[in-house]
């Protein structure tokens, strides 16, 4: 009985532990990958004996600490740096660029803070997901589960971004938007 109840408490735990991106969709999307020595002799280290993963966005460099996503930065033959991350399986180092993605992140136990506030919310994922891009739209969603925080990113100094828009949804009205948003183009 008390196996059943740490199996149930181990199930339940792990899930609220993990962030629940439901969808980060990316146009104009390229990546470039770099192995971990690779990142720290472009870093300016050049005595790489032992190269370890810090954590999702920093590497060891025999005892120097570098941030990948500066490293991204560096690369002026890329432009619109969304993020930079560790790869851990692969052991490399993952750029993506792209001209605008569309995040969708569950509203869950652990996210519940970028939910309270939607603009606030996208702007931290902003720093997060898309760094050189502008937060364009966002929208919060009710659901009857969990709800969903949608965030927009374009490229920065784009002319046609005036301003950011924001969209409150409720469940009824998620389906009006998409059936109207299908068949707009019908008339």
Not at 129 to 148: G, Q, R, T, W
Request: aromatic residues 8%.
């Amino acid at each position: 009985m008390k196996i059943l109840k740490l199996l149930i408490i181990l199930i339940l735990t792990s899930n609220l532990s993990k962030a629940e991106v439901s969808k980060f969709d990316i146009t104009g999307y390229d990546r470039t990958l770099h192995t971990y020595k690779e990142v720290c002799r472009k870093m300016g280290h050049k005595e790489l004996l032992l190269v370890e993963q810090i954590d999702a966005l920093h590497l060891d460099c025999m005892g120097h600490k570098v941030n990948v996503t500066q490293f991204c930065s560096k690369n002026k033959e890329k432009t619109n740096l969304l993020r930079g991350f560790v790869n851990a399986q692969l052991k490399e180092v993952t750029c993506q660029y792209g001209q605008s993605a569309f995040l969708s992140v569950a509203c869950d136990k652990r996210d519940k803070h970028l939910c309270s506030s939607p603009r606030k919310g996208c702007q931290i994922l902003n720093e997060i997901y898309a760094l050189e891009h502008n937060l364009f739209e966002y929208s919060f969603i009710e659901k009857d589960v969990d709800d969903v925080l949608n965030c927009m990113f374009q490229k920065k100094n784009v002319p046609e971004l005036q301003k950011v828009t924001e969209k409150i949804l409720l469940p009824f009205q998620e389906k009006e938007v998409i059936d109207r948003d299908l068949f707009a183009d019908k008339k």
